[in-house]
């Protein structure tokens, strides 16, 4: 080939790549499974000790306080449900692992996700109300449920988005609020649909991004049950990066999906495995926790936290899952990091808080 020719040749390949990392194609190893990675950290299990005998119920939320060492978590009253209990659900530990606040008891049936906005208030999902079993059984769960509620750093309530106990569509009301999220701005973001993953999806069940204004009004609703651009099959975390992009673990689809505020799709990211929990800090590092792979929903990938960049979506550390009592381990379903650069993961399976220690 003249020189010419190889000239051109390598312009073709290098705008194809352009082309490809400008529709967010990008895939570490074409695909195949991000296992085989450096893992600096040491693992901690049963981090935080709870109060007065208290045990720890189905984790699913954890969050960092404003101060950078605090930790938040909202937790299924000993058990998977908060149905018939009086305990507080919202948790706050300080960097050693003790309790210093807690509230937030007898308002949830089964709290799932938890964010602290930049002022320190503390934002808190319900996503389902009480079976008709555990009606049957605590009458006084009826009227909770599909809420978001907003709470002070003390836990005075200040917002409560859906209507309790109701599933429906917004303004009026909220089905299966997975996560809850505020952008710079103080607009809310808010993913439905708990249940679009399973094997039989319940009617009604709803897959979408709705945001509201700071505070509390509906500006729109984006997305659909499915699996196209756009549509979600249980979005269940959400986060941004420094540019004010949205990422969305669609985990009923095993990808990443990112937004712009408008709810324009920008990419799909599949290298960090089946996605539940995201957290993405001030560096655009993104840590992101995957507690269900397993040989039948998602061969050959392994349960963990996968550590990269959200500006270009290379994956770069594996936490391998911590060891249990099954042949595949456990790893958490939501995550989040310190100032200091230590990784917490909520376990809803083994229960608690586990701690990777960065050595």
């Given amino acids: 080939m003249s020189p010419s020719g190889r000239l051109k040749c390598t312009f073709v390949i290098i705008a194809a790549m352009i082309v490809v990392w400008s529709r967010g194609a990008y895939t570490q190893s074409d695909g195949q499974p991000v296992n085989d990675l450096p893992n ?20 699913s939320a954890v969050d960092i ?7 938040w978590v909202a937790e299924r009253c000993g058990g998977n449900s908060c149905a018939g209990s009086n305990l507080p659900a919202v948790l706050k530990f300080d960097s050693s692992g003790k309790v210093l606040k807690s509230f937030g008891a007898g308002m949830f049936v089964f709290p799932h996700g938890i964010h602290v906005d930049k002022d320190g208030n503390v934002w808190v999902t319900d996503a389902r109300t009480a079976t008709p079993e555990e009606l049957q059984k605590f009458p006084d769960a009826k009227g909770k449920g599909h809420t978001v509620v907003k ?14 106990g109701v599933a429906g569509d917004p303004p009026n009301a909220l089905s299966e609020p997975c996560d809850v999220v505020t952008a710079p701005n103080g ?39 499915g699996s196209a651009q756009g549509q979600f099959r249980t979005p269940h975390a959400l986060a941004f990066d420094s540019r004010g992009r949205l990422f969305v673990s669609d985990r009923g689809n095993v990808r990443l999906q990112i937004f712009d505020q408008e709810g324009k799709f ?14 993405i800090d001030k560096n655009d590092t993104l840590y992101a926790i995957d507690s269900e792979s397993n040989a039948t929903s998602h061969p050959g990938w392994k349960k963990g936290v996968r550590i990269g960049s959200a500006k270009d979506g290379k994956v770069s550390l594996f936490i391998p899952g911590h060891k249990t009592d099954t042949p595949e381990g456990a790893a958490g379903e939501d995550v989040a990091v310190d100032a200091a650069g230590n990784v917490y993961g909520a376990e809803v399976t083994v229960r608690g808080l586990t701690k990777y220690v960065k050595q």
């Avoid at 901690?44 to 005998?53: A, C, F, M, Y």
């Avoid at 306080?65 to 930790?71: A, L, M, N, P, R």
């Fill in 40 to 59: 600096p950290y040491q693992t901690i299990r049963n981090w935080g000790s709870l109060p007065d005998g208290r045990t720890w119920g189905s984790l």
């Fill in 65 to 71: 306080d404003s101060d950078g060492k605090s930790v």
């Fill in 151 to 164: 709470f002070s750093p003390e836990g005075k309530v200040l917002l409560t988005l859906g209507k309790p």
């Fill in 187 to 225: 607009d809310i973001f808010v993913s439905e649909g708990h249940s679009g993953q399973n094997a039989n999806v319940p009617p009604n069940t709803v897959g979408r991004i709705s945001k509201f204004s700071k505070d509390g009004k509906f500006i729109k609703t984006w997305g659909t049950l």
């Fill in 266 to 279: 920008l990419a799909e990211w599949k290298q960090f495995s089946r996605v539940s929990g995201i957290y």
